[in-house]
């Protein structure tokens, strides 16, 4: 249990607080950009021991929630086609497409399977050569090498059955993108660790000089997460706007290099839609010619987008940190985890889901 009770530590959190309060001085607005820390800030009511005028906002970062729905809708209708076993990780079954989602897929007959690894689909195609296995590659730059690794084993296997739907998104465009944006509130980032771990921290030090933003890159307990804030506070409050590391037990500044030169052997960069959001140049990740023959929208003829359906889901300002889960209308009434409107409501890392499990009996949040 070591690193996990320690930065669950009661009294040390109560005293990081204490040392926050004493050092904020004026209102603060900082986005955590991961899902995952979102669900640890209201989990463990870390928003609640924030000084009054010292606001977080929840960023894009949960995966399952930034695909976007013509994803979803080619997903669907891949795994559909009667010869083609369609393999996921388990939180995309119930994001809504335009009009079904991958459980109503099963339901119907496909055969759709919830795998916990991109490998585990390589081995699936490997013993059922009769059929097309499509892997569904979702995730931010920390599920990137593994499905990398996927598309190369199954090259070097000389699977001709197996193929990616890539819906990979990358962390420093889409902040980049809030920060361009006129209703843009973010003075600060809580960077995520995990995906620091990959890609180490350079890549956001010409954000934070442009847009003169402190980014402080943290991890997810508690603790973690109250001593992010105050590094983020005291550069605020000094006028500094630097790359800081405080979650230096998993992050090196150059990130795992091996990992990236999977990832660039096998991905390169392009343009992405965001779920809610729009396009953002230059923010996924899509194959390389090398490994083009494993793309499943080409594979099924599929490839081109469509327009995203007009919906009453807030889910977009919600990724964008302007509005928060408890502001939009259908929250908790038309839209509950059992009858989804949105992806932010689905999957465990979404910030409506979050605020459904553990906010939604606090009325008197709602103005936080
Ligand atoms: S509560 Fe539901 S409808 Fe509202 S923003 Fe969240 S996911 Fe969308």
Redesign the pocket.
């Known amino acids: 249990m070591r690193f996990v009770t320690e930065y669950r530590d009661a009294e040390a959190a109560r005293r990081t607080a204490a040392a926050l309060a004493r050092l904020t001085t004026r209102p603060w607005t900082i986005m955590e950009v991961c899902g995952g820390q979102t669900h640890a800030i209201l989990k463990f009511g870390v928003d609640q021991l924030l000084p009054p005028g010292l606001t977080l906002i929840h960023g894009p970062g949960c995966p399952v929630c930034v695909t976007p729905v013509e994803l979803i809708d080619k997903a669907t209708e891949i795994a559909a086609r009667p010869e083609v076993i369609f393999c996921s990780f388990g939180d995309m079954l119930r994001v809504p497409g335009t009009s079904i989602d991958l459980f109503s897929v099963k339901a119907s007959g496909g055969d759709v399977r919830i795998v916990y690894s991109p490998l585990d689909a390589v081995t699936i195609a490997r013993d059922t050569p009769g059929r097309q296995v499509v892997f569904f590659a979702v995730g931010f730059e920390t599920t990137a090498p593994a499905n990398a690794m996927a598309v190369y084993q199954a090259e070097r296997l000389g699977l001709g059955n197996f193929s990616v739907l890539v819906a990979h998104v990358l962390v420093p465009p889409a902040m980049e993108a809030i920060l361009q944006a006129p209703d843009n509130r973010v003075q600060g980032f809580l960077a995520a660790g995990h995906v620091c771990t990959v890609m180490g921290t350079t890549e956001y030090e010409p954000i934070a000089r442009r847009y003169r933003v402190p980014i402080v890159v943290t991890g997810f307990e508690p603790l973690d997460i109250l001593q992010g804030i105050h590094a983020c506070v005291r550069q605020l409050e000094e006028g500094r706007a630097e790359v800081e590391n405080r979650y230096a037990r998993s992050v090196r500044r150059e990130g795992n290099r091996q990992a990236q030169s999977l990832i660039r052997q096998v991905f390169r960069i392009v343009p992405r839609r965001w779920r809610g959001v729009g396009e953002i140049p230059a923010s996924g990740l899509g194959l390389t010619e090398a490994y083009a023959a494993f793309d499943a929208e080409a594979r099924f003829g599929i490839a081109g987008s469509r327009p995203e359906a007009p919906s ?4 977009g300002e ?1 990724l964008r940190g302007v509005k928060k ?1 408890l502001e ?1 209308p ?2 908790g009434t038309r ?1 509950t985890p059992e009858r ?6 689905v999957s465990s890392e ?1 910030a ?1 889901a979050a605020y459904y499990r553990y906010r939604r009996a606090a009325p008197s949040l709602r103005s936080n």
Request: net charge negative.
């Open positions: 009453e889901c807030i889910s919600i889960p939009c259908a929250f839209c989804p409107l949105g992806a932010t409501m979404g409506c």
